[in-house]
């Protein structure tokens, strides 16, 4: 088996091993695995299943449905509903922390002494009465989040979500101290991991799980550039715009943008370039023959948070990966892409790389630098740190 399918779960038997519990409190319902975050989730369960790991899982629902396929992952599961409303934007908690919290999460978590893992700042409510309960404390940081949101709303229109975005930084950052009291902190990129261990301590380099057990590129040559990404997330929108006006525009090949919830303005914008064509809202199955059959997959970011999916994405199933050096820093992912910030540089290397035909000793070199990405790795790296 390639890779794992929503539509049609699979899960690879793994040896029995003796069970161990831990609790793991999700920001989100991890199902369907279709953004980053969650996908980094979902793929845990199943790799934390496949190590002999019983996993009880405690998910903030908003707008998802309680799926089966977690009840078939996971020893138990806990709904709770996600609060909304502008009188929380007033607390002096972070709203993506204050937003997350239930009466009866407590009582769920505290009453056996397993370990807890907290994903995100967002699900860490109740992390402070569990360290009075002397529970082992694990948090994943899925990113520097006072800076994550600091740098969003740099690229936020909105008036009000740019003011949002801003106080949100500040207390997240006055918020963050929290983490004194995690036993591991579970850095998903190797600078970040660096920043976390420098400033709390106990912090472990543990890469993004996601769904690919081997690398299936094809080679040979594809025809298109391809930019990828949640369209709703201005961050991507206007990463791509700035890309098509200043590079994109000057070359001579066809291009493809796809991706979630496109705006208006982000269609109309995209109309006016006649190389480009928009995808919206492409199924799984169309975004990987999309990556599977570019020439160039096209990865810019506006922030060097974590370790980006689509690129891991792009690896695992692309051609040639053309980034900036923010989508690489802290990875070791370099060393597998062509990296250019100026426009001029970027316009250099498509001319380059859409010439260039895929072969099979890039897919030998992606094979080899991607072992340390593994999921099975990532899993017994936990089982470790719960033991």
């Known amino acids: ?36 975050g969650v996908i980094d989730i979902f793929y845990k369960l199943i790799a934390l299943k496949q190590a002999g790991v019983q996993v009880i899982l405690h998910c903030f629902e908003y707008g998802r449905q309680n799926p ?24 002096s908690e972070p709203y993506i922390i204050r937003t997350r919290s239930s009466n009866s999460m407590p009582m769920n978590l505290l009453g056996d ?10 699900s860490t409510g109740v992390l402070l009465q569990c360290a009075e309960a002397k529970k082992k404390i694990l948090v994943r ?16 229109f909105n008036l009000f979500r740019k003011i949002f975005l801003r106080t949100e930084s500040a207390k997240l950052r006055r ?33 993004p799980f996601h769904r690919f057990d081997e690398v299936i590129s094809s ?15 201005s961050e991507n ?9 200043k590079s994109l525009s000057k070359t001579k090949y066809a291009v493809v943008v796809a991706g979630k919830n496109p705006s208006e303005r982000f269609r109309r914008k995209c109309a006016r370039h006649a190389r480009v064509r928009l995808i919206s809202n492409p199924s799984e199955r169309e975004m990987d023959e999309l990556i599977r059959n570019a020439q160039v997959n096209l990865l810019h970011t506006s922030q060097a948070t974590g370790t980006k999916l689509k690129l891991l994405h792009a690896l695992y199933s692309g051609r ?30 498509l001319d380059r790389l859409m010439v260039l035909t895929f072969d099979e000793g890039q897919i030998r070199n992606r094979k080899k630098a991607l072992r340390e990405l593994s999921n099975r790795t990532g899993a017994e790296k936990i089982v470790r740190l719960i033991d």
Do not use: W
């Not at 977690?70 to 409303?85: A, E, I, N, Q, T």
């Not at 002494?113 to 967002?122: A, D, K, Q, T, Y």
């Not at 040639?320 to 001029?344: R, Y």
């Open 320 to 349: 040639h990966c053309l980034v900036n050096s923010k989508m690489v820093t802290g990875t070791g992912l370099d060393v597998l892409c062509a990296v250019a910030d100026t426009t001029e540089e970027i316009i250099r290397q």
């Open 113 to 122: 002494s397993f370990p807890v893992l907290f994903e995100g700042l967002h």
């Open 219 to 233: 080679p040979g040559k594809g025809e298109y550039i391809l930019f990828h990404g949640n369209l709703s997330v």
């Open 141 to 156: 940081a899925h990113n520097i989040e006072h800076r994550y949101h600091r740098e969003l709303s740099k690229s936020e």
């Open 68 to 91: 089966k396929e977690l009840d078939d992952l996971c020893f138990k599961v806990h709904y709770y509903p996600r609060k909304s409303g502008v009188r929380y934007f007033f607390s």
């Open 1 to 36: 088996m390639t890779y794992i399918r929503h539509s049609n779960l699979k899960y690879p038997a793994r040896p029995a091993v003796s069970a161990k519990f831990l609790h793991i409190v999700a920001f989100n319902i991890p199902y369907p695995a279709d953004y980053g």
């Open 237 to 245: 929108s206007e990463k791509f715009l700035e890309l098509a006006a």
């Open 175 to 207: 918020y963050e101290k929290i983490l004194h009291q995690a036993d591991c902190i579970l850095g998903i990129s190797k600078h970040e991991t660096e920043y976390f261990n420098h400033t709390y301590g106990n912090a472990f380099f543990i890469p």
